[in-house]
T-cell receptor
Framework: GAGVSQTPSNKVTEKGKYVELRCDPI?????LYWYRQSLGQGPEFLIYFQGTGAADDSGLPNDRFFAVRPEGSVSTLKIQRTERGDSAVYLC????????????FGPGTRLLVL | GENVEQHPSTLSVQEGDSAVIKCTYS??????FPWYKQELGKRPQLIIDIRSNVGEKKDQRIAVTLNKTAKHFSLHITETQPEDSAVYFCAASKLTGGFKTIFGAGTRLFVKA
């Protein structure tokens, strides 16, 4: 079946603008994760959803970052007043359940803030 | 806070040799340790994982060992092949009470033919 998909694949924006990044998980997967990966680094946890609720948002760096998953499937990561330091690859992953189940990653959205 | 340290950052081996990557974790409550392989420009993919109720797990040329007391775990790749060249990430998380996954910084493995 289809894997995790993310759109857009690349996003260039200007400092101060608002961006939305979308993740379509594998159908039937209840758990969804957002990560941020900077060059030469491992994925950095941002937020985890179980169903519609954010079970753990402790990785969100500040209140400019927000994520939703209103129907328990597609998720959107929203970044307000973007800063140059937000430039990174934003990865989404989904798993069948949250507990020790394999996380399947999407291809990522490469965000560049000028 | 939680932290996972990974060494070495770069590893170069000759085809056919073994490669070992080591990680340490700080949160003693961590009990699930996956390893991911990320090829250039591609998404991370799970290659093997281990839970804290076992000390070793093997899958063909890949094995992972876990020392809970020392909070160390390692990835062993035997008979390396050029297609093993990639960045490898270790990670740690808990199976209950929170599923935050903490990744190491990665090891870039080069297998020379």
């Amino acid at each position: 079946g289809a894997g995790v998909s993310q759109t857009p694949s690349n996003k260039v924006t200007e400092k101060g603008k608002y961006v939305e990044l979308r993740c379509d998980p594998i159908s039937g997967h209840t758990a969804l994760y957002w990560y941020r990966q900077s060059l030469g680094q491992g994925p950095e946890f941002l937020i985890y959803f179980q169903g519609t609720g954010a079970a753990d948002d402790s990785g969100l760096p500040n209140d400019r970052f927000f994520a939703v998953r209103p129907e328990g499937s597609v998720s959107t990561l929203k970044i307000q007043r973007t800063e140059r330091g937000d430039s990174a690859v934003y990865l989404c992953a989904s798993s069948l359940t949250g507990s020790g189940a394999t996380q399947y990653f999407g291809p990522g959205t490469r965000l560049l803030v000028l | 806070g939680e932290n996972v340290e990974q060494h070495p950052s770069t590893l170069s081996v000759q085809e056919g040799d073994s490669a070992v990557i080591k990680c340490t974790y700080s949160d003693s409550a961590s009990n699930y340790f996956p390893w991911y392989k990320q090829e250039l420009g591609k998404r991370p993919q799970l290659i093997i994982d281990i839970r804290s109720n076992v000390g070793e797990k093997k899958d063909q040329r890949i094995a992972v060992t876990l020392n809970k007391t020392a909070k160390h775990f390692s990835l062993h790749i035997t008979e390396t092949q050029p297609e093993d060249s990639a960045v490898y990430f270790c990670a740690a998380s808990k199976l209950t009470g929170g599923f935050k996954t903490i990744f190491g910084a990665g090891t870039r493995l080069f297998v020379k033919a």
